[in-house]
């Protein structure tokens, strides 16, 4: 058994889930458990609860809907938002949607978690979450496009024929960003160098056409760009450090605002 210092030593590496993910990946080179799973089916409610033998190390899944942890007895170590935590005994905690964790058990410990759901699914777990962060990105940024289209009155086909609409296009160099594949939608805009927040990184509409930043910039609930405007030109800007490789995403909401204010200048 570890000590409760080295645990939260081992597990402050972990404080984010880059770290978590990373550790993820050198704890599946080594013999894993089979944790044994109870499902128990409610009218709209799921709980699944599972036995977590003392010593292990574990990491858990990234819930797309927020959900009820219930600690029924042991003792673990489980690193959450705020930091490493140990949790002993009978504990109700709150469940968050987009969260990855990890955890040390120094005894047996008992944990069920409670879900809303509307039905039942053949495999309960990938129906309510994912395995890698990632994933979940993908998955809330397209809901939450679902969502935009309703906040600002348009239709999934407007927003395609506008997509599609060559006669409102015009490309200009790319210096510093290239299109490749993305994981959100097709195509979309990458940085090929690091950003600081605040830097411009190209027009996105010059002369009322669209640039590449115009038509490429993918949506996402958690951007790291956004548009704005001197009078004329829309612009592409950073709100956030960006490394390199990473795509440059907007709020549409932010973008059509921005579309409509120049209107009115």
Same mark, same amino acid.
């Given at each position: *058994?570890?000590?409760?210092?080295?645990?939260?030593?081992?597990?402050?590496?972990?404080?984010?889930?880059?770290?978590?993910?990373?550790?993820?990946?050198?704890?599946?080179?080594?013999?894993?458990?089979?944790?044994?799973?109870?499902?128990? %089916?409610?009218?709209?409610?799921?709980?699944?609860?599972?036995?977590?033998?003392?010593?292990?190390?574990?990491?858990? !899944?990234?819930?797309?809907?927020?959900?009820?942890?219930?600690?029924?007895?042991?003792?673990?170590?489980?690193?959450?938002?705020?930091?490493?935590?140990?949790?002993?005994?009978?504990?109700?905690?709150?469940?968050?949607?987009?969260?990855?964790?990890?955890?040390?058990?120094?005894?047996?410990?008992?944990?069920?978690?409670?879900?809303?759901?509307?039905?039942?699914?053949?495999?309960?777990?990938?129906?309510?979450?994912? %395995?890698?962060?990632?994933?979940?990105?993908?998955?809330?940024?397209?809901?939450?496009?679902?969502?935009?289209?309703?906040?600002?009155? %348009?239709?999934?086909?407007?927003?395609?024929?506008?997509?599609?609409?060559?006669?409102? !296009?015009?490309?200009?160099? +790319?210096?510093?960003?290239? +299109?490749?594949?993305?994981?959100?939608?097709?195509?979309?805009?990458?940085?090929?160098?690091?950003?600081?927040?605040?830097?411009?990184? *190209?027009?996105?509409?010059?002369?009322?056409? !669209?640039?590449?930043?115009?038509?490429?910039?993918?949506?996402?609930?958690?951007?790291?760009?956004?548009?704005?405007?001197?009078?004329?030109?829309?612009? +592409?800007?950073?709100?956030?450090?960006?490394?390199?490789?990473?795509?440059?995403?907007?709020?549409?909401?932010?973008?059509?605002?921005?579309?409509?204010?120049?209107?009115?200048?």
């Amino acid at each position: *058994m570890l000590a409760e210092r080295d645990v939260h030593d081992f597990l402050a590496v972990a404080d984010c889930v880059e770290k978590i993910e990373s550790m993820e990946r050198v704890m599946s080179t080594h013999p894993q458990l089979d944790i044994e799973v109870e499902e128990y %089916f409610f009218e709209g409610l799921y709980a699944r609860k599972i036995f977590i033998p003392a010593d292990t190390i574990l990491t858990g !899944r990234v819930y797309k809907h927020d959900y009820a942890d219930i600690m029924l007895d042991g003792d673990i170590s489980v690193v959450i938002p705020s930091g490493t935590q140990r949790l002993k005994g009978f504990n109700i905690c709150d469940g968050k949607a987009g969260r990855k964790r990890a955890g040390y058990a120094y005894k047996d410990t008992n944990w069920i978690t409670v879900h809303k759901i509307d039905k039942v699914e053949p495999d309960m777990k990938e129906a309510l979450s994912f %395995f890698s962060l990632s994933e979940y990105s993908v998955w809330a940024d397209r809901q939450d496009f679902l969502i935009m289209l309703e906040d600002t009155g %348009f239709s999934q086909e407007q927003v395609q024929a506008q997509s599609y609409n060559d006669s409102d !296009r015009i490309d200009i160099e +790319l210096i510093d960003v290239e +299109l490749a594949l993305s994981p959100i939608n097709q195509t979309g805009l990458f940085t090929k160098r690091a950003f600081l927040a605040g830097e411009v990184v *190209m027009p996105s509409r010059i002369n009322g056409k !669209r640039t590449q930043a115009g038509r490429y910039t993918n949506h996402s609930k958690n951007p790291n760009a956004a548009m704005a405007h001197d009078g004329g030109t829309i612009y +592409l800007r950073v709100i956030r450090d960006v490394p390199a490789g990473e795509e440059l995403t907007v709020d549409y909401r932010q973008s059509v605002s921005v579309a409509r204010s120049l209107c009115q200048v």
